[in-house]
């Protein structure tokens, strides 16, 4: 697994970022269908702490146990072809993979979400899209375990066209967006030496 915090702009051309943030920002249809947003009470990750209040909407396009479960993870497939270029890798798996849009909080970015790993048993990397330009940031800490405190290895701004590939060992949190609208799909991936499901 690479140990690099791995930032690449406009890792897909531009007419296909517009198409992804048409569709899941705007008024734009895939496959004839508006996309469907489901919205959730509180975003952040938590170990039985207290629930952040931080509110905002996702959609899964695939989880661990069944797979893909969205008909809209094709829209995704050049995008995830691209990013593994970019890291020699040639055959993954999607572990799980989701979408999350955030709207402006008033939070301050210094009470960042709780860090996290999304898959805590399985090896895997994650890619990170950004739909759109705004604000709140992506904190990656060096530590891969859970901790009191954490070191900072690489903040990433939100920026239409930027894919950010990490190991998912490490933990990670966001900021909360205060001017923008904050739109982003996540997918674990795993690097397979047999045939993939992309």
Request: include cysteine; glycine fraction near 6%; charged fraction near 30%.
């Amino acid at each position: 697994m690479f140990d690099d915090v791995l930032v690449f702009d406009d890792i897909i051309n531009i007419n296909y970022q517009l198409q992804i943030k048409e569709i899941l920002m705007g008024e734009g249809l895939y496959m004839d269908e508006p996309f469907p947003w489901y919205f959730i009470s509180d975003m952040t990750y938590n170990d039985g702490g207290e629930n952040q209040g931080r509110c905002g909407f996702t959609h899964y396009f695939a989880v661990e146990d069944d797979g893909i479960i969205s008909d809209f993870h094709s829209l995704f497939i050049k995008l995830i072809q691209n990013s593994c270029k970019k890291i020699k890798v040639k055959k993954v798996d999607v572990l799980q993979a989701r979408s999350f849009f955030q709207l402006p909080t008033n939070i301050p970015k210094e009470q960042v979400d709780d860090a996290h790993v999304d898959l805590i048993d399985t090896d895997h990397f994650v890619m990170l899209y950004y739909v759109s330009d705004s604000d709140g940031d992506t904190i990656i800490y060096n530590e891969r375990e859970k901790s009191e405190s954490y070191t900072i290895k690489k903040k990433v701004t939100p920026k239409q066209g930027r894919v950010v590939l990490f190991d998912g060992r490490l933990y990670h949190t966001a900021e909360q967006p205060n001017e923008d609208k904050r739109c982003i799909v996540n997918y674990d991936l795993v690097d397979l030496s047999v045939d993939s499901h992309i």
